[in-house]
């Protein structure tokens, strides 16, 4: 049987001053989940939004809430962003001092918790929490900015991971590039969940791009 993807569509290429229309529009597009991408301006040369953001779009949508923290130090942050509602509280390994305490502290507010590393960190760091996320997010660009090249060589890391699964219960999540063109090749790297900002919100009928997209790339 085919396997099927989550899709998260990330707000990060949302028009921010109409968030509700775009939550509204990522719920009728036919999938559950929405990418939260929190930046801090330090970890990387960004800067999005924070707790109160979520907390207050949290009265508005039902989806799952999928948050990339792109903070450094994001333990001092993790209480205030699980009160705000959000499901999946994704760190870097990269900006955290203690790894296994962040997790630990995300999962002490009853929340999933997931680990992400840049483009240019091996795979390797992640061996020692296999046991015990429930996600790793595998950037596939530099964190920051919507909208750039999918780099391959990260795929790479998903296959590793697949295979390094066995019973474990950890998704494989890809976030940066995933489009129309790069889906084929996502898909059969072996992801779970597939993060895409720019392409979702260029398309007219998300839909039907919610749809290929789970399908890596075949239109059903
Ligand atoms: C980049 C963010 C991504 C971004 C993906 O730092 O983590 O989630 O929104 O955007 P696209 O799909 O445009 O590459
Ligand atoms: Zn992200």
Not at 44 to 56: E, H, L, Q, R, S
Not at 89 to 111: M, P, Q, Y
Request: glycine share 8%; hydrophobic share 40%.
């Amino acid at each position: 049987m085919e396997r099927s993807l989550i899709v998260a569509p990330s707000v990060l290429s949302a028009d921010f001053s109409d968030i509700r229309g775009a939550l509204t529009s990522i719920s009728d597009s036919g999938t559950s989940w929405v990418h939260l991408d929190v930046m801090d301006g330090m970890f990387v040369p960004n800067i999005t939004f924070g707790p109160k953001f979520i907390a207050d779009i949290r009265k508005h949508s039902d989806l799952f809430f999928d948050a990339h923290l792109m903070v450094e130090e994001p333990s001092r942050y993790v209480e205030q962003f699980a009160k705000a509602g959000c499901d999946c509280i994704t760190v870097h390994t990269e900006a955290c001092r203690n790894v296994a305490g962040t997790l630990d502290l995300i999962r002490s507010f009853g929340k999933k918790c997931g680990l992400s590393i840049k483009p240019a960190t091996p795979v390797k760091d992640l061996d020692p929490f296999l046991d015990d996320v429930d996600l790793i997010l595998i950037m596939s660009v530099e964190p920051g900015f919507g909208g750039q090249g999918l780099i391959y060589e990260t795929l790479d890391k998903v296959r590793y991971l697949a295979s390094a699964r066995g019973d474990r219960r950890y998704l494989i999540s890809i976030d940066g590039g995933v489009n129309a063109s790069t889906i084929r090749d996502v898909y059969e790297s072996g992801v779970d969940v597939v993060v895409t900002g720019s392409a979702f919100f260029k398309e007219s009928d998300r839909a039907s791009f919610v749809r290929r997209m789970a399908a890596g790339g075949d239109v059903r």
